[in-house]
């Protein structure tokens, strides 16, 4: 068989225009587009030609290489500075520019919010094109590690655990002390106690100062290195860093809005997450639908005063298990008389509303009936009788249930895990996403921003194809 050979003194190795170095169907042509396409006013970039100094890289380049180098995974400033002299797509599409990767951080890290806010005009191109509807919005969170390392955050636990450890080390150091001047009295010191004890105070000081800082920030825990950081537990283990909460259209599952929070789970961030999305699209969504880690019953109830139709289980529900003989649900309330009527017939009165959930207390107004009834020990195992609380949301609790009982919403429901796990599979998967580069809230946000673009631009491809969607984006600013 015949061997192919490479021959690297061949002339015309490559086109004679860089223009000519990508086809016409190259995916890349897409981004240069889009990135041409933008509203630079909007996103608060200056792209005149009057301003003062040595020439800087034209902001447009800098976007395009950031939106393309993210979308095949390559986010490190080293890596797309290596690409801008050897891959002949990025050579295209930076027009033969080659900043460092100085130059590439520092644009990224100057334009964090013009980066977030490039996502904002992608989503109302997909509106424009009526690839996105905004009727039926699916919310999902995950966690996602910072530029910051576990060990350096801090809660009160931690500290008062390493100030006890410090003090020890100090008092053990000032023992030993007195016990060798005790038996080598008159003698000369052979080491230096300020020097010894200089470790264990420098621990303590600074232990402190995070412990003040701690304090200050009003936060259970504090990263050192990112102190906005957040410290969560997660399938892949512990770490600190951010929650992506990403909002996903049902028609063609693009993104809706992407965001990040600092906190170790998705309660209390739906209604937040869907109205960041309303103020996108311009509308508020006719169905908003979450896993049962948003069931907080405080926030929903934000979306059900809109008028949104939530799907949201709560924990109970999610977790499959069946309702027990004497669940909760297996009362009757009795509104008009603030009671509760047991399975036997017998009554809980209101007792009391408890200080820290407020929920309302309710038990059974005489405790024998409890103690007498055959039921006793399955019911309750309490001497002093059942007792129910009803939590001060329970009216939406039993509304939220029901609604999500119902099979069309079910069916609704089911599409959400194929809607959002596709496009965090996409994220984790296919780009390489397992932490953030840039570090602070800002900088995370800027990040999922661009990969909100990156997933909506490869989704519009399939849809539209690369030459028809090229043709959309030509004529001017979106």
Request: net charge positive.
């Amino acid at each position: 068989m015949a061997i192919r050979r490479g021959n690297r003194e061949q002339m015309q190795f490559l086109p004679a225009s860089i223009e000519e170095y990508v086809s016409v169907d190259a995916p890349v042509r897409v981004y240069d587009a889009f990135a041409d396409a933008l509203d630079f006013g909007d996103l608060g970039i200056r792209t005149d030609n009057d301003r003062e100094g040595n020439p800087s890289y034209d902001p447009r380049s800098m976007m395009k290489l950031l939106l393309y180098g993210y979308s095949y995974g390559i986010r490190s400033s080293r890596k797309l500075e290596r690409e801008v002299h050897y891959n002949l797509s990025f050579i295209w599409l930076m027009g033969g520019l080659k900043p460092d990767h100085k130059t590439i951080a520092e644009f990224r890290r100057k334009n964090k919010a013009a980066i977030q806010r490039a996502m904002v005009q992608c989503v109302r191109l997909c509106l424009k094109l009526g690839l996105i509807d905004g009727n039926i919005l699916f919310t999902d969170g995950t966690k996602m590690r910072g530029n910051a390392a576990l060990k350096n955050s801090w809660n009160e636990k931690k500290v008062k655990r390493v100030l006890l450890k410090a003090e020890e080390r100090i008092e053990e150091i000032l023992k030993e002390a007195e016990d060798l001047d005790a038996i080598e009295k008159g003698a000369p010191s052979l080491v230096s106690l300020p020097a010894r004890l200089s470790e264990p105070e420098a621990t303590r000081e600074k232990v402190e100062r995070i412990l003040k800082e701690l304090k200050g920030s009003g936060k259970t825990s504090l990263n050192t290195t990112d102190k906005e950081c957040a410290s969560f537990n997660g399938i892949h283990g512990a770490g600190a860093g951010y929650i992506g909460e990403v909002v996903v259209d049902d028609k063609h599952g693009l993104i809706a809005s992407a965001d990040v929070v600092s906190a170790s789970n998705d309660i209390g961030q739906l209604s937040g997450q869907i109205e960041q999305a309303q103020e996108i699209l311009g509308h508020a969504p006719v169905v908003a639908v979450a896993d049962a880690g948003f069931s907080d019953l405080a926030d929903l109830k934000r979306l059900d005063e809109q008028g949104i139709k939530v799907i949201v289980p709560n924990p109970q529900i999610a977790s499959g298990k069946k309702i027990g003989e004497f669940d909760k649900r297996k009362f009757s309330y009795l509104s008009d008389r603030d009671r509760y009527v047991c399975p036997e017939g017998h009554e809980l009165k209101f007792v009391q509303v408890l200080p820290r959930s407020k929920s309302r207390l309710y038990t059974i107004e005489n405790k024998s009936i409890c103690l007498n009834c055959v039921h006793y020990g399955k019911c309750t195992n309490s001497k002093s009788g059942r007792k129910l609380e009803r939590c001060a949301e329970e009216v939406l609790k039993i509304k939220l249930e029901a609604a999500y009982a119902m099979p069309e919403n079910r069916l609704i429901y089911k599409r959400r895990q194929a809607k959002n796990e596709l496009v965090f599979g996409h994220f984790r998967k296919n780009l390489g996403m397992d932490s953030f580069l840039l570090r602070g809230i800002a900088g995370a946000r800027a990040e999922i921003g661009i990969l909100a673009v990156c997933f909506n631009l490869r989704r519009m491809i399939t849809l539209l194809g690369q030459g028809r969607l090229t043709g959309i984006l030509k004529p001017g600013p979106l």
